[in-house]
């Protein structure tokens, strides 16, 4: 599994940027992706994840409410919408993935494959 963020960058406090993940290797249909993010600094932490087959999410407390994850399945790329954007969102942005099993949540932070990163910039 091959997993490729891109598309941050720099942006104004307030502003928005959407974050793509393209994954390649196999058929995605049973399998969670999920976005992480860490701060300069500090430690990574979980924003959020979807599940591909059938698009429900899940968002880390934190993150919920200005954070949107989504997928297009025909293009085998998840997205993470992010608005009203603050300078604390400033941090290296990931993507990953994992098998999907019914007896582990969304919630589970444990994946198995990573993208490379990109990073967010949000100045004041």
């Known amino acids: 599994v091959q997993l490729q963020a891109c598309g941050g960058g720099l942006v104004q406090a307030g502003g928005s940027l959407r974050l793509s993940c393209a994954a390649s290797?196999?058929?995605?249909?049973?399998?969670?992706m999920g976005w992480f993010r860490q701060p300069p600094g500090k430690d990574r932490e979980f924003v959020g994840a979807i599940s591909w087959s059938d698009g429900s999410t899940y968002y880390a407390d934190s993150m919920k409410g200005r954070f949107t994850i989504s997928r297009d399945n025909a293009k085998n790329t998840m997205y993470l919408q992010m608005n009203s954007l603050k300078p604390e969102d400033t941090a290296v942005y990931y993507c990953?993935?994992?098998?999907?099993?019914?007896?582990?949540?969304?919630?589970?932070?444990?994946?198995?494959?990573w993208g490379q990163g990109t990073l967010v910039t949000v100045s004041s």
């Open positions: 990953a993935a994992r098998t999907y099993y019914t007896y582990r949540p969304l919630a589970d932070e444990k994946y198995d494959y």
């Open positions: 290797g196999r058929t995605f249909t049973r399998y969670v």
